[in-house]
């Protein structure tokens, strides 16, 4: 149980356009959704938090009307890149935490968005 | 504000020998939780291990256990018997509070483990 997934895994997009990624808990409803950024060989940074019918929290730098997020139910949240450019280009990983024991949080397989 | 330190960038250990990886931490809460995660080169995020800081008593998951020092605010990971699917990148995290939306997680550089024959 308690499975995350993201879609798509990979996607590459021209520079200008804007890009939607998936996130979904499939067996668990998440009361929080977290959305994190990977550079190569670098850390998570998260970008923002979510929690289902409310507006995300962003982190201080991520700019808000870049990275939208939307945590329209309580299994399912999107970051949409808008007007991506190159330096968008990295790894996303998405996370969704249970209100269980624990709070327990899990992690999607990310999303690999490459800007041409 | 918290922060997660791994002094190690790069550790490697032979296959069926133990390893410690090093993580230090810095919160002025008294309630948080301390984590281990492992990421493969397939880049998912696993959970290796949990500790909750007010358990005096390192946790264990079979090879992996832990060594906490809440007065150092020291967090160190040991794996046993190491196998060559224990290699990846290991993230040592903390997160503040042990309910509410508020607590997130702080992740620290990581470290990469090699599993030599």
């Not at chain 1, 939307?70 to 998405?94: K, Q, R």
């Not at chain 2, 992996?64 to 990846?88: E, M, P, R, T, Y």
Request: proline residues 3%; positive net charge; glycine residues 6%.
């Amino acid at each position: 149980g308690a499975v995350v997934s993201q879609h798509p895994s990979r996607v590459i997009c021209k520079s200008g356009t804007s890009v939607k990624i998936e996130c979904r808990s499939l067996d668990f409803q998440a009361t929080t959704m977290f959305w994190y950024r990977q550079f190569p060989k670098q850390s998570l940074m998260l970008m923002a938090t979510s929690n289902e019918g409310s507006k995300a929290t962003y982190e201080q730098g991520v700019e808000k009307d870049k990275f939208l997020i939307n945590h329209a139910s309580l299994t399912l949240s999107t970051l949409t890149v808008t007007s991506a450019h190159p330096e968008d280009s990295s790894f996303y990983i998405c996370s969704a935490r249970t209100g269980r024991l624990y709070n327990e949080q899990f992690f999607g397989p990310g999303t690999r968005l490459t800007v041409l | 504000a918290q922060t997660v330190t791994q002094s190690q960038p790069e550790m490697s250990v032979q296959e069926a020998e133990t390893v410690t990886l090093s993580c230090t931490y810095d919160t002025s809460e008294s309630d948080y939780y301390l984590f281990w995660y492992k990421q493969p080169p397939s880049r998912q995020m696993i959970l290796v291990i949990r500790q909750e800081a007010y358990k005096q008593q390192n946790a264990t998951e079979n090879r992996f256990s832990v060594n906490f020092q809440k007065a150092a605010k020291s967090f160190s990971l040991k794996i046993s018997d190491s196998q060559l699917g224990d290699a990846a990148m290991y993230f040592c995290a903390l997160r503040v509070g042990y309910t509410g939306t508020a607590s997130k997680l702080t992740f620290g550089t990581g470290t990469r483990l090699q599993v030599t024959l």
